[in-house]
């Protein structure tokens, strides 16, 4: 497997972090809006550290979660890429597409659009066989981006998270899954 290249698509660029993400990052990060399906907002530090961990992962696994920016201004507006889930369950291991975009691009098609260039690379640079997709119940905005790019859910699969507790409204997840068409 060849390291990760840049993926470029109509409107975007995704790319491997630069230092400039940072702060753009830890602002995203900690908006309540684009967290509100997660357990928590993070800090500037644990943003920072969230960085790290997807840079080593990059080193590690040839792929990674991808700084997205917008071609035309050249304006960081989130992450959209694969991931290894750091948690046991019923479906792991495997490899997760996930996405995190600053609000104000809501709503326009680039989550989508990004994750579809990622599901490519992934099945024909990376070689995966199958790619995941996770995220809480409520959340309907990311099961609407899971089902444009052509994700199945089978409710056999929906789980509880094991890394969150008991009580949290979090708690209940749903799978959805795509296979490689190679």
């Known amino acids: 497997m060849t390291s990760a290249p840049q993926i470029r698509t109509d409107r975007l660029l995704l790319r491997r972090w630069r230092e400039q993400d940072l702060h753009p990052f830890a602002l995203l990060n900690s908006d309540e809006n684009v967290m509100k399906h997660f357990p928590k907002m993070l800090s ?12 080593k992962g990059f080193e590690d696994n040839g792929f990674g979660l991808y700084a997205v920016e917008l071609s035309e201004a050249e304006e960081f507006i989130g992450f959209v890429g694969l991931s290894i889930p750091r948690f046991e369950a019923h479906f792991t291991p495997c490899v997760e597409v996930g ?18 260039a990622v599901l490519s690379d992934g099945f024909s640079r990376v070689g995966l066989k199958e790619i995941v997709s996770m995220t809480t119940t ?40 795509i296979k490689t068409h190679l």
């Open 99 to 116: 996405w995190r975009l600053a609000y104000q691009y809501w709503g326009h098609g680039l989550a989508p659009e990004a994750a579809l």
């Open 44 to 55: 500037h530090e644990e943003s920072n550290a969230m960085v790290e961990r997807i840079e």
């Open 138 to 177: 409520a959340n309907t905005n990311s099961m609407r981006v899971m089902e444009k790019i052509g994700m199945t859910r089978d409710a056999v699969d929906d789980f509880l998270h094991p890394s969150l507790a008991d009580e949290d409204p979090l708690k209940p997840h749903v799978l959805y899954r």
